[in-house]
Nanobody, 125 residues
Framework: VHLAESGGGLVQAGGSLRLSCEAS????????IGWIRQGPGKERVGLGC????????YYADSVKGRFTISRDDPNNLAYLQMINLKPEDTAVYFC???????????????????WGKGTQVIVSS
């Protein structure tokens, strides 16, 4: 599966962005899909996951209430709506899947999976 993220940019603290993820090479319908990010000098961390096994979404505490994952399976798309952005949200954002139906908590992948090249989000204070 090939994933391509878009929608990043520069936004002021308190602002909003919606990131998009387009999948090709495999249908997303049967798979969990989620988002991860990597901040400057930091490790890649999971943000949230939309499970296909129970059709629920799971989020990391750091983004709960501010970030929302949605999906448009017929068009093989997924989204990350972000509101009330903070400078610490500055990172490269990736959509990710390991082609399983279930999430690993709020993580869309564990040790192996698929993600795109990412899209940069910069939140200024």
């Amino acid at each position: 599966v090939h994933l391509a993220e878009s929608g990043g940019g520069l936004v002021q603290a308190g602002g909003s962005l919606r990131l998009s993820c387009e999948a090709s090479g495999s249908t997303l319908h049967y798979h969990a899909i989620g988002w991860i990010r990597q901040g400057p000098g930091k490790e890649r961390v999971g943000l949230g996951c939309f499970s296909r096994s129970d059709n629920r979404t799971y989020y990391a505490d750091s983004v709960k209430g501010r970030f929302t994952i949605s999906r448009d399976d017929p068009n093989n798309l997924a989204y990350l709506q972000m509101i009330n952005l903070k400078p610490e949200d500055t990172a490269v954002y990736f959509c990710a899947t390991d082609l399983r139906a279930a999430c690993s908590g709020y993580n869309p992948i564990t040790t192996e999976g698929y993600w795109g090249k990412g899209t940069q989000v910069i939140v200024s204070s």
